[in-house]
């Protein structure tokens, strides 16, 4: 599925500022994968992630998916392959369009739109269907310009975006961030839900300890650059949160200072 190898990324290289981000990871993702990515400030996880995309170019190593070189694409070919839900709620849609307008352009997505717009009535019927799934009713409100939804109903309908052409990789970073705690604990669940429903295979980025081990059938940890821990199945459902501050410790060298990783 998703095959990375010998991934380096290094910002301000040959400078007194240079900064290896990523340092030589492997990492292999089987289809179905739901990788919980967990690691403290500066660790790498949303270099990681932003490698894949193709906002940053690695100076060494590959990435591939389903075989094909991912890292030989820009940006913009990636994204026929990927979804993706950001931190901040304003990114990922466009504001000043209507719910359905931006839905039309997130189907629309790395095939041919011609030169005509505008929303057609199955993909208004479609659509309808697919907010209704939300549960936020906001298939009552499909002509609503997206910069009046609140933050929450703003990631969900994000979110809807990233999956609505199945993805072969869904790319979650630290998206329910910026969040209160109940409506990151009603996206998480939606983000779940999805995932398991339509089989997708995910990397979600976290700095959450608790939903790190609550999410996923799968967990790395990363420091300072480099995955430090790997963990899936019956050894990842019993861990606990004492057990992964003991391990991210002892194997990266530091302690656990981020209270955004140990508050659920």
């Not at 906002?55 to 820009?74: H, K, M, N, T």
């Not at 081990?213 to 480099?226: K, P």
Request: proline share 2%.
């Amino acid at each position: 599925m998703l095959k990375i190898t010998g991934l380096t990324k290094v910002f301000n290289p040959g400078t007194i500022n240079e900064k290896i981000a990523l340092d030589q990871v492997d990492l292999h993702l089987r289809p179905g994968d739901f990788v919980s990515v967990i690691g403290g400030n500066g660790a790498g996880k949303s270099t990681l992630l932003n490698c894949v995309a193709g906002v940053y170019r690695q100076e060494a190593g590959s990435i591939l998916l389903d075989g094909q070189r991912l890292d030989r694409l820009p940006e913009h070919k990636r994204a026929k392959h990927l979804g993706r839900v950001f931190q901040d709620p304003l990114m990922g849609t466009a504001a000043d369009m209507e719910i359905q307008e931006n839905l039309a352009l997130a189907a629309r997505r790395g095939g041919f739109r011609g030169l005509s717009w505008g929303v057609t009535a199955s993909e208004k019927a479609e659509f309808h269907t697919r907010l209704a799934a939300l549960g936020l009713g906001l298939e009552e409100r499909m002509s609503v310009k997206v910069r009046l939804l609140s933050g929450g109903q703003r990631q969900a309908l994000t979110l809807l975006m990233a999956i609505l052409k199945t993805p072969k990789l869904l790319l979650l970073d630290e998206h329910t961030a910026a969040l209160d705690p109940k409506t990151a604990r009603a996206v998480l669940a939606l983000s779940d839900r999805f995932i398991s429903d339509l089989g997708l295979t995910c990397m979600m980025v976290t700095h959450n300890m608790r939903d790190a081990i609550a999410y996923g059938n799968r967990l790395i940890m990363m420091s300072q650059g480099r995955i430090i821990l790997d963990v899936n199945g019956e050894d990842k459902r019993q861990l606990t949160v004492e057990q992964l501050i003991h391990l991210f410790s002892s194997r990266s060298g530091e302690q656990v200072n981020n209270d955004r990783m140990l508050l659920g």
